[in-house]
């Protein structure tokens, strides 16, 4: 057997080996990258321009973006203002909706909190962004995301374990585990941790989920994590069950963590602003139409309408 025959069988073994390992590991991006549109999009508000006061509000940009203003402090979960969720800028999963709220008319940002480095939650260029037009804006990464931050020139960088937890004058801060995974690449899988925010001022408490499955941990949580005012729990990117079950909450486990852990008002992100996985456009909020009731408030709404923290009765769901 000759070298250039050696060669070819140690390089289909290799090929082959690799394709296995993508395949076993990476199911749920390969989904991803499957993923079509039907043409149609939600749409965005622009009733966030109409308001004289964003004071202790939110707002769904798009996605997992939420723009936060708590007990007079901003916040922005999970940016991404880019056109799309990828490495790279011309190809991807592509935005079906531009930024409710454009990047340039936001208000002072003083704290961003990423959940994990997936490229829909953790964008670079939208991170740089912030960093130019908020001088002292601080970034709060899982552990092992913050060299990535600051090989990207980025500054004002708080690295945070599971359980971490931060005091900033009469803001509390701490980062806990969800069930989910990281990766920048195909060799770097759960290199960094990944997880949701908890945010507790003189007022409010409120949690942000980032991505996440379900899990049984949720129901042992800590007694200071029981009874949220707010929670933001991802709704979307959930089929095939048998490719993101592992992955991903579908809107009937959405409300399971809304059960464990007695919140007081949901809503739900991660649908509508790129096409990730197979289930319709509409569907997540039309299950969670269904499952609401006067006993389970979780509402979803078209991307750039405020909510107002001191009235979170209220219910806004686009169905076709």
Excluded: C
């Excluded at 993101?244 to 739900?268: S, W």
């Excluded at 991660?270 to 269904?290: C, M, N, Q, R, V």
């Amino acid at each position: 057997m000759n070298i250039f025959r050696v060669l070819l069988i140690g390089l289909a073994i290799v090929s082959l080996g690799l394709s296995m390992y993508i395949y076993s590991e990476f199911k749920s991006l390969l989904n991803t990258l499957d993923s079509r549109g039907d043409g149609e999009n939600i749409g965005v508000s622009n009733v966030w321009q109409q308001q004289e006061s964003l004071d202790n509000s939110f707002t769904w940009i798009g996605h997992a973006t939420i723009y936060l203003n708590l007990d007079g402090v901003n916040v922005l979960f999970d940016p991404i203002f880019s056109e799309r969720s990828s490495p790279v800028s011309f190809i991807g999963p592509k935005r079906i909706i531009p930024p409710a709220i454009d990047i340039k008319n936001l208000p002072k940002i003083d704290k961003v909190f990423i959940s994990h480095n997936h490229y829909d939650h953790l964008d670079i260029p939208s991170l740089r962004q912030l960093q130019e037009r908020n001088e002292k804006i601080i970034f709060y990464v899982p552990m092992g995301d913050q060299k990535l931050l600051l090989r990207k020139g980025l500054s004002n960088v708080r690295e945070l374990n599971w359980w971490d937890e931060i005091v900033d004058k009469n803001f509390q801060i701490v980062f806990f585990p969800v069930k989910h995974w990281s990766a920048r690449g195909f060799f770097d899988k759960k290199a960094s941790l990944w997880g949701g925010w908890y945010l507790k001022s003189n007022n409010y408490t409120v949690a942000h989920f980032g991505d996440t499955a379900y899990d049984d941990r949720f129901i042992k949580f800590p007694e200071f994590m029981q009874n949220l005012d707010l929670a933001f729990i991802p709704i979307g990117s959930y089929a095939p069950r048998e490719v993101e079950m592992e992955h991903h909450v579908n809107p009937e486990e959405a409300v399971k963590i809304y059960n464990d852990l007695n919140i007081q008002y949901a809503y739900g992100i991660h649908w509508g602003t790129f096409f990730l996985s197979k289930e319709d456009l509409y569907e997540p909020p039309a299950l969670i139409k269904d499952l609401t009731s006067e006993d389970v408030i979780f509402s979803t709404s078209q991307p750039g309408i405020p909510f107002y923290l001191d009235n979170l009765n209220q219910v806004s769901i686009p169905i076709k």
